[in-house]
């Protein structure tokens, strides 16, 4: 009777060890996922705001302003629930040298991300980063 009970124990904590990896594995590709999703947004966060600096306004002919963008690429990522987002535009910057070096607009965005599954044992963030950068499409070659 005795060696019965010792295998019901060895039983239980066989199935305790495979059930912690088991959600262990579960939570990781959970927030896997989440991470990318975030990083997906900030990245097309990223592509529009670009694409809208070097994009000429209809009425006026001229470009949005740092502000103007600054404020559309947050608007983006706040639709996305993503919160404490820092947003840099460069609007000056040079691409390409010489006859071919033209304006193009860069937008970078970070994004500290805490990780969910882990918030309870340690408050792991890890600064996730997006960048873009376009050509301006009023320069001329």
């Known amino acids: 009777m005795n060696?019965?009970?010792r295998q019901r124990g060895t039983a239980a904590v066989e199935a305790a060890?495979?059930?912690l990896g088991f959600l262990f594995l579960l939570f990781g590709t959970m927030e896997i996922g989440r991470l990318l999703n975030v990083y997906n947004v900030m990245t097309d966060a990223a592509r529009e705001a670009a694409r809208r600096g070097v994009t000429p306004l209809t009425q006026t002919s001229t470009l949005p302003t740092t502000a103007d963008l600054t404020n559309w690429a947050q608007g983006y990522l706040q639709s996305a629930a993503i919160q404490n987002a820092t947003v840099?535009?460069?609007?000056n910057l040079s691409c390409g040298s010489g006859p071919l070096?033209?304006?193009c607009t860069q937008v970078s965005i970070t994004v500290p991300y805490g990780v969910i599954s882990l918030s309870a044992f340690s408050p792991l963030t890890v600064n996730l980063k997006a960048n873009?950068?376009?050509r301006n499409e009023t320069s001329s070659y």
């Open 17 to 19: 060890i495979v059930l």
């Open 3 to 5: 060696g019965r009970f």
């Open 88 to 91: 840099q535009i460069n609007q």
């Open 101 to 103: 070096s033209v304006q």
């Open 132 to 134: 873009a950068v376009m």
